[in-house]
C-alpha cells in the first residue's frame, strides 16, 4: 500500500500544474476566484485554450483528441484543473453528447459533431428534465413525431443549465407513448437551438444569477438523420450516460482550493474575542471535520480509481457515493464561508454585478444559495441512495 | 499510487480469517469470554504460529519488524471477529520495549512475545488524564538498589493476563518507563464493555530494581505518544472490519426480515439509512488507510500526529453512526444480547473513545495545524 502519486505521476501533475497556471489568463482566474459569472465567452475562451493544447478531451479516443493518459493522469488533471480554479469545462458537450455519440453515433454525426465539440465551435446543453419530470426522467412527456424525414418535436424542458448559451441540445423525447413500460418508447435526438419554435426563457434562482432556463418546443422540425442510436432506444442512451466513468464527480480539487480559501479567511478574519476565528474552538471543529471528510473522499476516490485500474472495471454504482459526499462537502464549504464572515454576509450583490465593496465577502451568500442545488442536480443524492441500494446492496 | 496489500500481507490476513472463522466463531468466542481467564491461550498459540504476534516486532527477535499496513488486514479480521485476546496490549508494550529497552530486557521479553510466551501490558492511563498522555501522577523514586513506585494506574488493557506490565511514572527528569512484574502488581480486574479484560492498578511503595528502567530516564513521553499512534491507526482498521460486519449483518436483516407482508429492506427510509452507513465505511476505511500508512513512515512527528488525528475523528464518528444506526435498524432484536451485532456495537462504543475521542483528536488537529501556518 502507498498512498503518494508514483514519482512520474508526481512529475506529471507538476506539468500540468505548471502549464494550467502560465496559460490561465488572470481575468478568468479573478472571475473564478470571486465567484463571478462565468457567460458563454468566458468558458469558449478557456475551452479554445485547452482544445489548442490537445488537453480539452482527454478521455476520448486519440483519433479524435484525446490524449491517451492513463486513468491516474486523467484524474489528476480534472482535480488540477480544479485546483488551480479554472472557469469549469461545460460537461454537455465533452462529457456527455461526446460521449454518447463515440458510443452510439453513425460514422456521419461524429465526423458532423465531434470536432466543433472538440473545437468549442457548438455549446451544447442538456434536454432532460420537464416540469413533471424531474427524479422519475423517464416519465417525461415531450413528444416527437415521424413526419417523413423529419420529427416534430412538441414539450417543455427546464432547469436546462446553459440553455441561453447554446448552439445545440440533445434531448429525450417521447416518439412512442404507448410502450407497456415508460422507458421504453424514448429515443435520443440532437437539436440544433436557432430551428424556428424553439423559445428559451431564464428561470431566476435564489441567487439572481443566469444559469437555467425553460426551453419550449413548438412543432420543431428535427431532421431525422439527428436521431442517436435507434428510435425507442434513448433510455439505453440515458443509462450509459449514467453510467459512464465519472472519476471526478467528487470534485475534490476544486473543495481543496475553496478550503484552503477558507482557511486562509478565517485565520485573517477576527472572532468575537478578537482573536482569529479559525482559533475559535467551535468554528475549528467544524472546519475540521469538513477538512476531514474531503480527506476521505479524496483517498476513497483514488481508492476507486486504483481499482477501476487494476480490474478494468467501472466503479458503477459507487461513484454515486462520491457524488453524494462531494456535494455535501461543497454545500458545507459554502455554508461556512458564509457564517465565517458573520455580519458581512447579509449585503447582497448579484454576481456580475458591479459591486462596490469587497467582491469575495458578498458573494459568499449568493453562493451558499446557489449551491444548494448540487445535492438536487444530476440525480438526487437521494436518487443516488436508491442507486446505491438497488445495485450495490441489492435492496 | 496502490491501496493493494502485499502477497505476503494479504496472505497472512487470509489465514487470520480462516482461523478465527473456524476457531473463533461467535458461541465459541462466548465461550471464551465467559471463562476465567477471558481469553484463549490455544488461539494465542496459533496467533503466534502464524507469525501475528511478532510481525510488529523488530527481525533480531524473531520477529518480522512490520509496520502498521502489515497489521492492517489482521486487525480488519480481529475487528470482524471481535477477538477479545490482549493483542493491543502486548502490542504497544513490545514495542516499547524494542525501541526503549537495553539489550537485556529486549533480549528477555521480545523472542518470548514472538513466540507466544509472554503476554504484555501498558500501564499509563491515570484517573483525571483523559487522553493527555502527558498527565504522570504516578511517582518513581530513586532508592537503594533501584527504584519505588507509588501512585496509581486505571483501566490497564490486558493487565489481568499479562507477564509484564510497562509502567509510566514520573521521576525528577520526567516521564520514565519501568518493566514490572506481574507479581509485584496489586490489580483490581474487571471486564471491559467490548469483554476484554483489564485492570486497575495501585501502586504503593512498589519496589523495582534498578534494571527495570525501560529507556532514558525522563524521555517516555515522546516514546508513548509514538506507540499510541502506533495503536490508534491499529484500531482504527480494526474499526473497519467490525463496521464492515455491523453493515453487512444490518444488511442481511434488511433482507430477511418482514413486516407488513414485505421484507422492511423494500422500505425507502430504512435503504437510505443503510446506504449511509455504506459510505462511512467507505469513508472510514479511507482513513485508516492514511493512518496505517502515516503511523510509522511519516517523514515527521507532526505529519504523523495529523494524519492519526484526522483519521481517528473519522473512524470515531462512524463508530458512532454505524454501530447506532445497525442497532436501530435491528430493532428490538439489535438490543438482544445474543446477537453479535449488539457486541459489536459495544466494541465500537468502545473504539470511539479509545486513544481520544473525536473531539480530543479536533483538538489535537487543530492545534497542529495551526501551528504549522
Redesign the interface.
Known amino acids: 500500500m502507498d498512498l503518494n502519486y508514483s514519482q512520474e505521476e508526481l512529475a506529471f501533475r507538476d506539468e500540468v500544474r505548471a502549464w494550467l497556471n502560465a496559460n490561465l489568463p488572470q481575468d478568468l482566474r479573478d472571475k473564478v476566484a470571486n465567484y463571478g459569472e462565468l457567460g458563454r465567452e468566458d468558458l469558449l475562451r478557456w475551452h479554445r485554450i485547452l482544445a489548442k493544447k490537445g488537453w480539452v478531451a482527454p478521455a476520448w479516443p486519440k483519433e479524435w483528441g484525446g490524449t491517451d493518459w492513463n486513468l491516474v493522469q486523467r484524474y489528476i488533471f480534472e482535480e488540477e484543473l480544479g485546483f488551480v480554479g479554472s472557469p469549469p469545462l461545460i460537461p454537455f458537450g465533452l462529457s456527455m453528447c461526446g460521449p454518447v455519440l463515440l458510443r452510439f453515433g453513425s460514422e456521419a454525426q461524429k465526423r458532423r459533431f465531434l470536432p466543433r465539440i472538440y473545437d468549442g465551435e457548438d455549446f451544447w446543453c442538456q434536454g432532460y428534465s420537464e416540469p413533471g419530470s424531474g427524479s422519475d426522467l423517464a416519465s417525461l412527456k415531450t413528444k416527437a413525431t415521424r413526419d417523413g424525414n423529419e420529427y416534430v418535436v412538441n414539450g417543455q424542458k427546464i432547469w436546462t443549465t446553459l440553455g441561453h448559451c447554446a448552439d445545440w441540445i440533445f434531448c429525450l423525447v417521447r416518439t412512442d407513448s404507448n410502450m407497456a413500460k415508460k422507458q421504453e418508447g424514448i429515443s435520443f435526438l440532437l437539436i440544433d437551438m436557432k430551428s424556428p419554435g424553439i423559445t428559451v426563457r431564464p428561470l431566476v434562482l435564489m441567487d439572481l444569477g443566469r444559469e437555467v432556463n425553460e426551453v419550449f418546443f413548438e412543432d420543431v422540425r428535427v431532421p431525422a438523420g439527428n436521431l442517436v442510436y435507434e428510435e425507442n432506444k434513448g433510455w439505453t442512451v440515458a443509462k450509459y450516460l449514467l453510467g459512464h466513468e465519472r472519476m471526478n464527480t467528487g470534485r475534490v480539487g476544486a473543495s481543496k482550493r475553496e478550503l484552503a480559501k477558507l482557511k486562509a479567511f478565517a485565520s485573517a478574519q477576527p472572532g468575537n474575542d478578537g482573536e482569529p476565528l479559525i482559533r475559535d474552538p467551535r468554528f475549528r471543529d467544524k472546519l475540521t471535520r469538513v477538512e476531514v471528510e474531503l480527506m476521505a473522499l479524496e483517498i476513497t476516490n483514488l481508492r476507486f480509481l486504483d481499482q477501476m485500474r487494476r480490474t478494468g472495471q467501472p466503479p458503477g454504482a459507487d461513484v454515486s457515493m462520491l457524488k453524494i459526499k462531494g456535494t455535501e462537502i461543497q454545500q458545507a464549504i459554502t455554508e461556512l464561508a458564509m457564517q465565517a464572515v458573520g455580519p458581512l454576509a447579509q449585503p447582497f450583490v448579484p454576481v456580475g454585478s458591479d459591486a462596490e465593496f469587497d467582491a469575495f465577502t458578498a458573494g459568499l451568500a449568493p453562493r451558499y444559495c446557489n449551491y444548494r442545488k448540487t445535492t438536487i442536480y444530476a440525480g438526487s443524492n437521494e436518487i443516488q441512495r436508491n442507486i446505491i441500494s438497488k445495485m450495490t446492496l441489492g435492496l | ?6 502477497e505476503e ?1 494479504q496472505l497472512l490476513a487470509d489465514s487470520v480469517r480462516r482461523f478465527l472463522a473456524k476457531d473463533y466463531d461467535f458461541e465459541t468466542r462466548k465461550k471464551i469470554v465467559a471463562s476465567d481467564e477471558g481469553c484463549s491461550a490455544e488461539a494465542w498459540a496459533t496467533l503466534a504460529e502464524m507469525g501475528v504476534t511478532g510481525l510488529p516486532l523488530p527481525a533480531e527477535f524473531g520477529g518480522f519488524g512490520g509496520g502498521a ?1 502489515d497489521l ?1 488486514g489482521v486487525m480488519e479480521a480481529f475487528g470482524d471477529a471481535l477477538v477479545v485476546e490482549p493483542y493491543l496490549a502486548t502490542v504497544m508494550a513490545a514495542r516499547l520495549v524494542a525501541r526503549a529497552g537495553n539489550e537485556a530486557q529486549r533480549g528477555s521479553v521480545l523472542p518470548r512475545v514472538v513466540e507466544g510466551r509472554m503476554r504484555l501490558a501498558l500501564a499509563h492511563t491515570e484517573r483525571g488524564a483523559r487522553y493527555n498522555l502527558a498527565q504522570v501522577k504516578t511517582a518513581a523514586k530513586p532508592v537503594a538498589g533501584g527504584w519505588q513506585l507509588e501512585g496509581e494506574k486505571v483501566v490497564v488493557l490486558g493487565a489481568p493476563l499479562a507477564e509484564k506490565v510497562v509502567v509510566s511514572a514520573r521521576t525528577a527528569k520526567g516521564i520514565s518507563l519501568f518493566l514490572v512484574d506481574h507479581g509485584a502488581l496489586r490489580l483490581r480486574a474487571y471486564r471491559t464493555l467490548d469483554e476484554m479484560r483489564a485492570a486497575d492498578i495501585s501502586l504503593q511503595a512498589v519496589k523495582v530494581g534498578a534494571d527495570a528502567l525501560l529507556g532514558e530516564e525522563g524521555g517516555a513521553l515522546p516514546l508513548l505518544e509514538e506507540v499510541t499512534d502506533f495503536a490508534t491507526a491499529l484500531v482504527c482498521a480494526e474499526a473497519v472490519g467490525a463496521i464492515k460486519f455491523a453493515c453487512d449483518t444490518t ?1 442481511e436483516y ?2 430477511t426480515r418482514k413486516q407488513f407482508g414485505v421484507p422492511i ?2 422500505f ?1 427510509a430504512l ?2 439509512r ?3 452507513m ?2 462511512a465505511h ?6 485508516a ?2 493512518a ?2 502515516r503511523a510509522d513512515s511519516a517523514q515527521s512527528v507532526r505529519e504523523r500526529q495529523l494524519a492519526v488525528s ?1 483519521a481517528k ?2 473512524i470515531a ?1 462512524a463508530c458512532r453512526h454505524v454501530s447506532q444506526e445497525s442497532v436501530q435498524l435491528h430493532g428490538g432484536m439489535g438490543m438482544s444480547e445474543e446477537l453479535k451485532v449488539s457486541h459489536t456495537f459495544r466494541r465500537l462504543t468502545v473504539i470511539a473513545q479509545q486513544f481520544g475521542d473525536a ?1 480530543h483528536h ?2 489535537r ?2 492545534a497542529l ?2 501551528e504549522g ?1
Do not use: P
Not at chain 2, 282 to 287: G, L
Open positions: 499510487m496502490n491501496f493493494d496489500y502485499s500481507q499496513v492492517m444488511l434488511l433482507k429492506g423494500t425507502q435503504q437510505h443503510i446506504v449511509d455504506y459510505i467507505e469513508q472510514a476505511r479511507s482513513m488507510c492514511v496505517a500508512s484526522a475523528i473519522k464518528d473531539e479536533l483538538g488537529f487543530a495545524d495551526t501556518t
